[in-house]
């Protein structure tokens, strides 16, 4: 799977959550505004940009930049660790997301993890290993992430939704300090607003023969990158620096958008940390 962010998303998200003008970004790179604006484009530009400078202005971590840039990729992720967990991709609009299936293996008890475009795939997973869907948890509620919610809920009307929207009732809001069980599974939450005021990541943990805990992340945190934030960025930082970045080094990162990866890959290559 392709990263998310290609280093010219990048480097536009992080301009304009410092509020740098393209012609200000573009003096420090080293390049013309018109070579500036294809880096940001593309990715590409036809000379080497000043990463150096460049990451200085933007806040950015220059070397994690520069190998960003050369084609730093998480490693290939064995999903066999995590024996009940599935991620599923679903295409629209021009936009994959993901969206995750879990459950316990003894009472086979499950739960979705937002529900990207379309459920479909999901529903005969669930149906064909004979699973009983109890939660919907999602991670904020932009459309690309919530859009196969009611054809969830037709097919299980009884699956509880949580979410952090304060627009959602009383009911469905996650309460703090909750630890909910799937059968021997336990899920928690940590808010992670900045990308989207109702952000939150979701972790669950006690998996079988002691595979790490996962954090399904949403766009608060991609590999590589971060979910756009121009005018809540500190905000958004702070947040993953204290809530996914203080997990454990192997925890297993479940991110909206783009590939799996780890609290160690994204400490050591995310040039936003």
């Known amino acids: 799977m392709n990263l998310e962010d290609h280093v010219g998303d990048v480097i536009r998200k992080a301009r304009m959550m410092k509020g740098v003008a393209p012609a200000d970004a573009a003096r420090a790179a080293g390049l013309s505004e018109s070579e500036f604006a294809a880096l940001e484009a593309s990715g590409r530009s036809a000379r080497r940009p000043n990463?150096?400078?460049?990451?200085?202005?933007?806040?950015?971590?220059?070397?994690?930049?520069?190998?960003?840039?050369?084609?730093?990729?998480?490693?290939?992720?064995?999903?066999?660790?995590?024996?009940?967990?599935?991620?599923?991709?679903?295409?629209?609009?021009?936009?994959?997301?993901?969206?995750?299936?879990?459950?316990?293996?003894?009472?086979?008890?499950?739960?979705?993890?937002?529900?990207?475009?379309?459920?479909?795939?999901?529903?005969?997973?669930?149906?064909?290993?004979?699973?009983?869907?109890?939660?919907?948890?999602?991670?904020?509620?932009?459309?690309?992430?919530?859009?196969?919610?009611?054809?969830?809920?037709?097919?299980?009307?009884?699956?509880?939704?949580?979410?952090?929207?304060?627009?959602?009732?009383?009911?469905?809001?996650n309460k703090p300090d909750e630890i909910l069980p799937l059968g021997g599974l336990r899920i928690t939450h940590r808010d992670t607003p900045g990308h989207a005021e109702d952000g939150v990541t979701y972790i669950v943990g006690n998996w079988q023969e002691d595979a790490p805990h996962v954090a399904f992340v949403g766009d608060a945190i991609f590999a590589g990158s971060m979910g756009g934030a121009p005018q809540h960025g500190a905000l958004a930082k702070q947040k993953i620096r204290e809530q996914i970045l203080s997990l454990p080094p192997d925890t297993l990162l479940c991110p909206g958008h783009g590939p799996l990866t780890t609290v160690a890959e994204e400490r050591a290559h995310n040039p936003f940390f």
């Open 51 to 173: 990463f150096a400078a460049l990451a200085a202005l933007l806040d950015l971590n220059a070397a994690k930049l520069e190998a960003l840039a050369d084609g730093w990729t998480p490693s290939e992720k064995d999903l066999s660790r995590w024996r009940e967990l599935r991620l599923f991709t679903t295409h629209a609009e021009g936009i994959a997301v993901n969206a995750y299936l879990v459950w316990d293996e003894v009472t086979r008890e499950a739960a979705i993890f937002d529900t990207g475009w379309d459920a479909t795939a999901m529903l005969r997973e669930i149906e064909q290993h004979g699973l009983h869907l109890r939660h919907l948890f999602l991670t904020h509620t932009h459309h690309d992430h919530v859009a196969g919610l009611e054809q969830i809920r037709r097919a299980h009307p009884k699956v509880k939704v949580r979410t952090n929207s304060r627009h959602a009732p009383l009911d469905q809001r």
